[in-house]
Each structure stands twice: as structure tokens, then as C-alpha cells.
């Protein structure tokens, strides 16, 4: 069987959640033991590529849901040493990908900028909007101000590697697993 066929039929057998849990993350987990060598990390690469691309075909693929709309968006860093943890996007992704099966509304941005980051929230105008933040080099609070300013009655969540490394306004819950971030998302839209 080929990558694709088992993660997929592993979706459909045990949800999407599951699968990311004990499927992938088990796999990068050990990928990343061996990273040492030139040829895992050319196997981590191309078992990366592939799960980016069936994560993507399943959050396309995934009916529209109903309720309120989400804006999963990553904060961009404000400093240019910031060196992203996940440099494949693929946790970001699979939050797309979980919400979106779960048959939530959910639009994802990956701005440059903080103006960007702002366009995006006025321009898919979310009732829901969780952000994806680094480690390091970001202004959480100011950013919240600045997302309030243009939106208004807007839950705002925080996901992320610095979603915990961070201090967060108490406004903000941070989510946890992945399928802790979704029954959040669920239970406010």
C-alpha cells in the first residue's frame, strides 16, 4: 500500500483525529530520532510532502460546514531570526484539515504581515478566529487589539507552539491536542 491509501483509509476508519494521532504523529516522532542522516531526512521530506499533500485534498474535499465561520490563521513572526519549529506547516494544516472534516466552516490564511493578517480578518469576516502562533516573536496582545478593532463580538482562540509559551490575554483560551482544539471550535460555533 502506498502512504496515501493508508492514511486515508485510516481517516475513514478512525476519523481524522485518530489517524493524525496515532498514524503521523508517531511517524514524525520517529523521523525526527533519526534525523541525523542524510537519508532520513530525505524520507521525513518526502513523507512530509505527501502528507501535506492528502492533508490539503482532504480539507478541499471536506463538505462546507454550517454554523459560524472560522479564520484558522498563522501569526506571522515580528522578527526575522524566529526559525518556525514545524517548518513543513503540516500541525497548521492538520487543524485545517480536522475542523474542516468535522464539517466546520473553516478558512485558513497564511499572511506575511500583520496588515495582512488584519485584511484577512476583515475580509472573511469569522465569528471564530484561531491563531496559529510561533514560539517566539510575536505581540499577542496588540495583535488581539488590533483583531477586536476590526471585528467586533469575535471568539479568539490560540493554537500553536506559542500558544503555552507565550502570555496570552485571559480573554483567550489556549487549545490543547488536536482533539481538544476541535471539540473547542465545535462547542463556540
Not at 482562540?157 to 503555552?164: D, K, T, W
Amino acid at each position: 500500500m502506498t502512504i496515501r491509501r493508508i492514511i486515508v483509509r485510516a481517516a475513514a476508519e478512525r476519523g481524522f483525529v485518530s489517524m493524525w494521532t496515532s498514524l503521523v504523529v508517531p511517524v514524525l516522532e520517529w523521523a525526527d530520532d533519526g534525523r541525523n542522516s542524510e537519508a532520513a531526512a530525505a524520507s521525513v521530506r518526502v513523507f512530509t510532502d505527501c502528507v501535506a499533500g492528502i492533508v490539503s485534498t482532504m480539507t478541499l474535499d471536506a463538505p462546507i460546514g454550517a454554523g459560524g465561520r472560522v479564520l484558522l490563521v498563522r501569526v506571522p513572526v515580528d522578527t526575522r531570526e524566529a526559525v518556525p519549529p514545524d517548518p513543513y506547516g503540516l500541525e497548521f494544516r492538520a487543524l485545517g484539515a480536522a475542523l474542516a472534516t468535522a464539517s466546520v466552516d473553516t478558512r485558513t490564511a497564511l499572511p506575511v504581515c500583520r496588515s495582512a493578517l488584519l485584511a484577512a480578518v476583515t475580509n472573511a469576516e469569522p465569528d471564530v478566529i484561531i491563531l496559529w502562533l510561533p514560539s517566539s516573536g510575536c505581540d499577542v496582545p496588540s495583535l488581539v487589539r488590533a483583531i477586536r478593532r476590526r471585528r467586533t463580538g469575535l471568539t479568539v482562540l490560540a493554537s500553536g507552539p506559542g500558544c503555552h509559551a507565550q502570555e496570552l490575554p485571559r480573554s483567550i483560551a489556549a487549545l490543547g491536542t488536536l482533539g481538544e482544539a476541535v471539540d473547542a471550535v465545535l462547542a463556540v460555533t
